[in-house]
């Protein structure tokens, strides 16, 4: 991350934020990357925090006057972040923290069928450490109809105990079969919804560039399906 004077161009920090054992940059050694970064400001327009994940599958937050880092959470390699997070406050204080893995990059990311998730993580005040799957409720894709001549589906509504839990995680997957569905666009908030797109090639041949996706609105604060009643 590269923290630099607007007025001048000069180098105010760069902050390398995952390293291997030796202390070299782990871009270097495992091809790693920052994905655009997500600033939270105050009334005062003063950088509180920083928030943007990486090429590993980890969301990093910076905080303080020196932008120091640490890892919120960890998707694990083969779950790439590659898009800007979306931050929203959270009613009980601090940030959700949303965003979902995958990438498009590669000429063999085409024909990769790793299995992508969208998650929403809790950036709980006074809370230390990565924020473990375990602590996540999982939402799902239960099936797929038709209204009115539109193809729609279905997800769970299972509630988060916030007192317990630190937010939600919904795979990208319905009825076991992963298809390379992944999160390449940032996620975008309206009347409490989180909304996102997701991407998919249709195809086994990375020469082909046909594919498809689906437009996906649920509960911000839990990753519920929506109610219409």
Not at 131 to 159: C, H, K, W
């Amino acid at each position: 991350l590269y923290v630099v004077d607007l007025a001048n161009g000069s180098l105010i920090k760069k902050i390398v934020v995952d390293e291997n054992n030796s202390g070299a940059a782990a871009v270097q050694a495992y091809g790693n990357g920052l994905s655009s970064p997500q600033i939270v400001v105050n009334a005062q327009h003063q950088i509180e925090r920083i928030y943007a994940g990486d090429l590993r599958g980890n969301m990093w937050k910076f905080t303080g006057s020196d932008f120091s880092a640490s890892k919120l959470y960890a998707a694990g390699a083969g779950h790439p972040v590659t898009v800007k997070p979306l931050i929203t406050e959270h009613p009980d204080g601090g940030y959700l923290i949303s965003f979902g893995t995958g990438k498009f990059l590669e000429a063999a990311d085409k024909v990769d069928k790793t299995r992508q998730a969208f998650y929403a993580v809790w950036d709980k005040p006074g809370a230390t450490g990565v924020v473990a799957e375990t602590l996540l409720q999982r939402q799902t894709i239960t099936g797929e109809g038709t209204v009115n001549g539109q193809d729609y589906f279905y997800t769970s509504s299972n509630p988060v105990t916030w007192e317990s839990q630190r937010g939600w995680f919904m795979p990208l997957v319905y009825q076991g079969v992963d298809e390379g569905e992944r999160v390449i666009y940032p996620a975008q908030t309206t009347e409490g919804r989180v909304v996102f797109v997701t991407a998919k090639v249709d195809a086994n041949d990375p020469c082909v560039s046909s594919g498809s996706g689906r437009l996906v609105e649920l509960d911000m604060l839990t990753g519920s399906m929506l109610s219409y009643e």
